[in-house]
């Protein structure tokens, strides 16, 4: 009789400053340009078996992506944001323009700048440390916050 064994789901942590630093690049390839990013905003999660989702704020200014993108998002895993958008292992930039809902964060093919989809963050309903980007562990929050705002993922 054959033994049928599921396999463990990873674990997932908070990913350690050097661990962002050695994952993240310090200038981030953006389409036709290589835009600087601001490590010290560098947020993620890494599991016990080494995969990474790390997110990076973007200094856009001189560089045509001003205006258009704010964080340069690198994942090793499929993730979903929201209910409708999966994300491939890769890289993506973001951008967002506030609505009445809360943010509407546009997320694009890093490599070639081509849309992918959007998404709504919403406004947390209690006081939160305002955060440039933070990606939280799925077993504390499962969300990652942009400002005041949050969307929800799933890996």
């Known amino acids: ?33 290589h835009i600087e990013t601001e490590l010290r905003t560098a947020t ?17 200014a ?10 340069y998002l690198l994942t090793q895993t499929t993730l979903r944001v929201g209910d409708t958008l999966v994300l491939k292992p890769g890289a993506y930039v973001l951008g967002w323009t506030r609505v009445a809902e809360g943010l509407n964060v546009r997320v694009y093919d890093a490599r070639t700048g081509a849309e992918l989809g959007a998404v709504i963050a919403h406004p947390y309903k209690t006081r939160v440390r305002v955060e440039p980007i933070h990606i939280w562990p799925p077993t504390e929050n499962s969300v990652i916050q942009i400002g005041r705002y949050f969307l929800t993922y799933h890996l």
């Open 1 to 33: 009789m054959p033994f049928n064994r599921a396999e463990p789901k990873p674990v997932w942590r908070a990913a350690s400053p050097s661990e962002l630093e050695a994952f993240l690049p310090a200038r981030a390839p953006v389409d036709k340009e």
């Open 62 to 71: 001189g560089y045509a992506a001003e205006g258009r993108y704010s964080h």
């Open 44 to 60: 993620g999660i890494r599991d016990d078996q080494g995969r990474t989702v790390a997110a990076v704020v973007l200094i856009t």
